[in-house]
């Protein structure tokens, strides 16, 4: 039996809950053992193990409930770490207001109405050990340790790990990432690049950089009129609507991601029965019945400044509950291909990586559903983000 022990330290927050995640975070055995899991089968098993089928692979390595008999698996992993002191934070105690970078991705954690929205976190700086033991055949050992190292450059853990939160530094054994990833069948599942910009100089600055080149391609942008209230009868009236500033409409417009968002919105509109004007003067990407944002995931929730009802997408439609229920809204989620990944090398660097996830990218000619209405998913906007030029290769 092969045993190891990594040292990690946690460089940005970590909402890692367990039993009670409002409460309590702890950084769990399990959690780790599922990323390296899902990892391990993104990039399509071990070299090393070619040609035995990646699903024969990973049944070996981690054990299998399939068939009859359940098989346990010859990787073991086991967390130890001084006491990590947990903390209950929402976004406003991390300074994450709703007009930041870091607002945008804390978006869950906004206090509201009777919910303050805390959840238990560690604190960047925390840190831990990771010991793993392999039972298995001594010549997979370096394959093993390679797995564990490439999570620990790239993965994450807990609630908002796709965006900024939860990441890694592996602090020893020291491990190149690219000499990691050569021991895997598929590398080009994954593309890994670097948002394109040198003053980095700690966890709040990267996340800012990648949460502002995301919300570039991702986010629409008010066009029309927001609501706003300035004092207690406001509030009583429920707010009054403001016109959007002619700079700001401006601002929106020369966003990369806009016309595809654009496009997104007007399906939408049709889906309320509206329909969106036969000639926009915005210039939405592609057509009618054409919709983009879905390939970055699901469930998404639109709303509409003119007060029309929101609209659901979701990833299925099962229309024997929407006649029972009239509330159903869809169901089924997409887990986004496009990984948010601030990252601190050896040396002290900050890097804000992109990370496009090719093996996970939404399936060619499946299709939507707005409020049970189904649409084509382009992918369009998830190719002309990775051809983004303002970033490149990392490392």
């Known amino acids: 039996m092969k045993t190891g022990t990594f040292y990690l330290e946690l460089i940005t927050p970590c909402f890692c809950g367990g039993a009670e995640p409002e409460k309590q975070a702890e950084i769990r055995a399990p959690s780790i053992r599922g990323q390296l899991r899902w990892w391990f089968r993104t990039l399509g098993g071990f070299k090393s193990l070619a040609p035995m089928p990646v699903r024969d692979q990973e049944a070996m390595i981690f054990g299998s409930t399939a068939g009859d008999e359940g098989k346990a698996g010859k990787l073991v992993v086991r967390v130890t770490s001084p006491r990590l002191a947990s903390q209950t934070a929402n976004a406003n105690d991390l300074k994450a207001g709703m007009n930041t970078p870091l607002g945008y991705a804390l978006f869950p954690l906004r206090p509201f109405g009777n919910s303050d929205a805390k959840r238990g976190h560690l604190k960047e700086g925390s840190s831990f050990y990771v010991s793993i033991l392999w039972r298995g055949q001594p010549q997979l050992w370096e394959p093993i340790r390679a797995l564990m190292a490439v999570w620990a450059h790239l993965g994450c853990l807990g609630f908002r790990g796709r965006r900024a939160f939860g990441a890694t530094e592996l602090k020893s054994p020291q491990v190149v990432l690219s000499d990691a990833l050569s021991h895997f069948a598929a590398t080009d599942n994954v593309k890994v690049c670097q948002v394109a910009i040198d003053n980095l100089n700690d966890w709040r600055s990267a996340s800012a950089e990648l949460l502002k080149w995301y919300r570039s391609w991702r986010h629409h942008g008010q066009m029309n009129q927001t609501s706003v209230w300035n004092d207690r009868r406001d509030r009583k009236k429920g707010g009054r609507w403001n016109p959007i500033p002619a700079a ?148």
């Open 248 to 395: 700001q409409q401006a601002q929106n417009r020369a966003q990369p991601g806009f016309k595809y968002a654009r496009r997104d919105h007007n399906e939408g509109l049709d889906v309320q029965g509206t329909g969106a004007p036969s000639h926009d003067p915005e210039n939405p990407a592609g057509r009618r019945g054409e919709t983009y944002r879905p390939a970055l995931g699901l469930p998404i929730i639109q709303f509409f400044s003119s007060g029309k009802p929101q609209v659901d997408w979701n990833e299925r439609w099962d229309q024997a509950k929407a006649q029972r229920n009239r509330n159903y809204k869809g169901e089924g989620r997409f887990a986004s291909p496009v990984l948010l990944r601030p990252h601190r090398d050896a040396a002290g660097k900050w890097h804000a990586l992109v990370i496009f996830v090719e093996g996970h990218k939404w399936p060619t000619g499946k299709q939507v559903y707005l409020n049970g209405q189904p649409r084509n998913v382009s992918l369009d906007l998830y190719d002309a983000m990775k051809n983004d030029q303002r970033l490149k290769p990392f490392p």
